[in-house]
């Protein structure tokens, strides 16, 4: 007999069925013991010894292990791949040594990225022993949450009646948002203004913007009142124009990598409006299992990640599926490979995708939050295999004839869609970027200026933090 240690009951159960009658599945329900939240519990002076307790609820969940384990023959520990799924499995094992319950019994830990038969059959077959050091780096960060928790709440509750606790992570996050409040209050705004002109060459009409005023090149502060700019205005409504150059240039823009943990907080946050918990709480429901057809199936791989490669058989499937919906053209000669930029990432996981590619958000038809998410994961995963967007940018100057006076107009042009087809990156600042398309016209043509507009325009601070930035 096998017992197997998971953290959640909805994955016990799903497990269960896919490993048979030679196994036990039970879970922990998350972490079992914690330190008490009294003085003493870290002590730096002795080598930073921690105590631990196991509240009434962990301790029935800890007794049902414990006798499940007489006449076991192996304890396989699979809670979740990550470093605190080490420390919970670390914490069983010493709760179940000091019970005296595993003897001659085998321990072994196991790993899966994702709750899927073949996923969790595989793991089984790579049994390792429990990773000391994730551990380690577990018990460190406790020791600071307890240790920074327990030196500064008292100060917080003096200061700022009504506060509960601060943390290693809330105090260094409180430092970013006050650094912030500083640079916004210190800003000081500043007026300045720009002159647009509908300009026509024969063609469609444009719109240009002034760049070149009394023969120098404008810089942003230059037209800084209205007297300025209704002088430059006027400037650009009397004189006669020629095109001076017309620049086409190609470009290309390649798609973003799959979601790892904080970019899939991000988007979800532009793209659904969804706070970091409602994502997190989501994307948990995904990877532990949907009822499809009658089946637990886990539909992504592990949400708790900073890696943003993918397994080989899911660049292929990626490929097949790609070509199967939106043609040949889109695929690349070759799979596209991602690299963490960086350096002390923990790569040992896969990005965020789903489990498989053919389950389409349409044919799932998921509900509510879950049909969301599902389809931003699947359009991510899918677009970061696409063949790129190849884009022409185009630049016409304008120049008046007594060369004291400049005009430009920018645009671009998509050629090829590529990866857009399917899903482009949300950005959190405004893109200046005129993305219309502009008439064709010719070096050396007349043009002339139906209308000019000066518009007043002030510098603005840097904007607060929303949860997602």
């Given amino acids: 007999m096998n017992v197997v240690v998971v953290e959640s009951p909805a994955k016990a159960k799903t497990i269960n069925k896919y490993l048979g009658g030679d196994y036990v599945v039970l879970a922990s329900y998350g972490h079992v013991r914690d330190l008490p939240p009294k003085d003493g519990s870290v002590r730096p002076d002795e080598d930073f010894a921690m105590s631990w307790d196991v509240d009434a609820k962990s301790a029935k969940r800890l007794n049902d292990i414990a006798e499940a384990m007489k006449g076991a023959d192996r304890l396989i520990l699979a809670t979740d791949p990550d470093r605190e799924g080490e420390a919970i499995s670390w914490h069983v094992l010493e709760v179940l040594q000091k019970k005296k319950v595993i003897k001659g019994a085998q321990v072994q830990r196991v790993v899966f990225n994702a709750i899927t038969k073949s996923a969790v059959t595989e793991a089984m077959k790579a049994p390792r022993d429990i990773d000391m050091e994730l551990v380690e780096a577990y018990l460190a960060r406790r020791a600071l949450d307890y240790l920074v928790g327990f030196t500064l709440s008292p100060v917080l509750w003096r200061k700022l009646p009504g506060s509960r606790s601060a943390g290693r992570v809330q105090s260094v996050a409180l430092r970013l948002i006050v650094d912030r409040e500083l640079e916004i209050e210190r800003f000081k705004t500043q007026e300045y203004w720009t002159v647009d002109a509908d300009v026509s060459a024969g063609g469609d009409p444009f719109v240009a913007r002034l760049v070149k005023h009394q023969a120098k090149r404008l810089t942003k502060f230059d037209l800084g009142d209205a007297a300025a700019a209704e002088a430059a205005k006027a400037a650009v409504q009397a004189a006669s124009f020629t095109i001076a150059s017309v620049e086409k240039k190609p470009a290309k823009r390649s798609p973003a990598p799959p979601f790892t943990t904080s970019t899939l907080q991000q988007e979800a946050s532009r793209k659904l409006g969804f706070s970091a918990q409602r994502t997190m709480q989501a994307a948990q429901k995904l990877y532990e299992g949907v009822d499809i057809g009658g089946e637990t199936v886990g539909l992504i791989t592990y949400m708790r990640t900073d890696g943003v490669q993918a397994a080989p058989e899911a660049l292929d499937e990626a490929r097949l599926v790609i070509g199967g919906v939106y043609g040949k053209e889109y695929v690349p000669e070759q799979a596209r490979l991602y690299r963490t930029k960086a350096k002390n990432a923990q790569e040992a996981h896969e990005a965020i995708r789903p489990t498989s590619l053919a389950r389409n958000p349409g044919s799932l038809r998921l509900d509510g939050d879950l049909g969301r998410l599902y389809e931003l994961i699947w359009k991510r995963m899918i677009a970061s295999q696409m063949e790129s967007a190849r884009i022409e940018r185009t630049t016409i100057e304008l120049e008046s004839a007594d060369g004291q006076t400049g005009l430009r107009a920018t645009g671009q042009v998509i050629l090829f869609d590529g990866y857009l087809a399917v899903y482009e990156e949300g950005r959190d600042d405004a893109d200046d970027e005129e993305s219309g398309r502009l008439?064709?016209?010719?070096?050396?043509?007349?043009?002339?200026?139906?209308?000019?507009?000066?518009?007043?325009?002030?510098?603005?601070?840097?904007?607060r933090y929303s949860e997602a930035s």
Wanted: net charge positive; hydrophobic share 45%; no cysteine.
């Fill in 439 to 463: 008439p064709q016209v010719s070096q050396g043509a007349a043009a002339k200026v139906a209308a000019a507009r000066a518009a007043q325009h002030f510098t603005e601070p840097p904007p």
